[in-house]
């Protein structure tokens, strides 16, 4: 698992919210491969095969 850095330092903002928090917006390309072999895994379970 990937560590994230998180600024402790960080305030609270006029609107309340916390700064501390680091948000990933994307998954990181390890994850997007692991998905999609345990998705062809998993479409593999199927008989007939994909698209039909």
Known sequence: ???IPVD???SD???GRS???LVVAEPS???LDRA???W???LSTFEGG???
């Open 36 to 38: 999609l072999v345990g």
């Open 8 to 10: 402790m330092a960080g």
């Open 19 to 21: 700064t501390r928090v």
């Open 1 to 3: 698992m990937r560590q």
């Open 50 to 52: 994909v698209g039909e």
């Open 29 to 31: 390309a390890d994850l």
């Open 13 to 15: 903002t006029e609107d």
């Open 40 to 42: 062809e895994r998993f």
